[in-house]
């Protein structure tokens, strides 16, 4: 952990380690701060598809359960089309795969948490805290947990007010590129690291080119993809 | 029904997805989280190149254009060390300005 994380001493009385703890949780909670007014015009569609569900309280349920704006309006359409349980959840489940990647890049700075803490995180675990934390703080625990807790607090809040207005507020097309400038500005600093601007340069090209294709299947390609141009790139260092 | 089934379904397998490599996160070998780091990575960029190329804005001729001009603004400045909150400004500012000088669809 010290060695990961120069800030956290090791060897420092509890009592320290505890407060710096809180200090990095309450700096990832302050990051995301800001970060929260990008996610509102997509809570308003995902609230409005709650909505208009033929079962409201269930969609709204997902919410929490699914957590994963994407997959839950996925989920949702499929249903409203007339697909089954079997292919709602098929779109769904492939929508929210990319989350065993994200889980998986930040084990080797979990290992030493507590299993409680290890949970709280994995409950709480979705794109914006993960590219957060790994690129201002080298995914460390408590800066994610802060993150995170901002996310999951803000985010079931702002579908359920979706659910209410959405229908009746237009954001306007510019909102629509909140999110992904959001997400592209978190990442954007990674690109100094050629392994992950080679990623990201594949996933870019992949994206382009399965951009008709069901959202579920072009992100698994984009993450093929990208994985294998960054590992090509890391070996030919 | 349908949704509620659906909705536990996908609420169960998304906290395996997010549950399992933590909890087992000392067995996973580091090649396997660095390649998972890379996936991720990946993803997030292609969220972002999905969302500009499926951008529609019906007062605008070549709005997924405009879009992707916007966003390569905010990453620039990102990736120069600006903030975030400073790159999405931009950003959006740069969408405006066009969506203003360019002309409306015939």
């Known amino acids: ?237 | 029904m349908t949704v509620l089934i659906a909705v536990l379904v996908v609420g169960a397998g998304s906290l395996l997805f997010r549950v399992v490599p933590l909890l087992g996160a000392r067995h996973l070998p580091d090649p396997l989280t660095n390649a998972a780091g890379l996936a991720g990575l990946a993803v997030i960029a292609a969220l972002s190149v999905r969302a500009v190329l499926h951008h529609e804005d019906a007062g605008i001729v070549a709005a997924p254009l405009v879009a992707a001009i916007s966003i390569g603004v905010g990453l620039v400045l990102a990736f120069r060390g600006r903030s975030v909150a400073t790159a999405v400004a931009a950003g959006l500012a740069t969408y405006v300005v066009l969506a203003a000088a360019l002309p409306s669809p015939a």
Not at chain 1, 4 to 32: E, I, K
Not at chain 1, 55 to 64: C, E, F, I, K, L
Not at chain 1, 97 to 116: D, G, S
């Open chain 1, 1 to 237: 952990m010290s060695a990961a994380f120069p800030n956290a001493v090791a060897a420092a009385p509890a009592p320290t380690a505890q407060a710096d703890r809180r200090h990095r949780m309450r700096a990832g909670f302050r990051a995301m701060t800001p970060v929260l007014a990008a996610f509102a015009p997509f809570a308003l569609v995902v609230g409005t598809a709650v909505a208009s569900s033929s079962d409201p309280w269930s969609a709204w349920v997902g919410t929490w359960l699914v957590y994963g704006g994407a997959a839950q309006v996925a989920v949702l359409d499929v249903v409203a089309h007339g697909g089954g349980w079997v292919s709602a959840a098929i779109v769904g489940l492939l929508i929210n795969v990319r989350l065993a990647a994200y889980a998986a890049a930040m084990a080797p700075a979990w290992r030493a948490e507590p299993a409680r803490h290890r949970i709280a995180a994995a409950v709480m675990l979705t794109d914006a805290p993960w590219a957060l934390a790994r690129d201002r703080s080298r995914d460390d625990p408590a800066y994610f947990l802060g993150a995170a807790l901002a996310l999951f607090l803000a985010w079931p809040a702002m579908v359920t007010a979706g659910a209410f207005v959405g229908s009746r507020v237009d954001a306007g097309p510019v909102a629509d590129l909140l999110l992904p400038l959001t997400l592209g500005a978190v990442v954007a600093p990674q690109l100094r690291r050629r392994p992950a601007a080679a990623a990201i340069a594949a996933a870019l090209v992949t994206a382009v080119v399965t951009s008709d294709m069901d959202a579920g299947t072009a992100l698994l390609l984009a993450a093929a993809a990208g994985t294998a141009a960054g590992l090509a790139a890391e070996r030919a260092r």
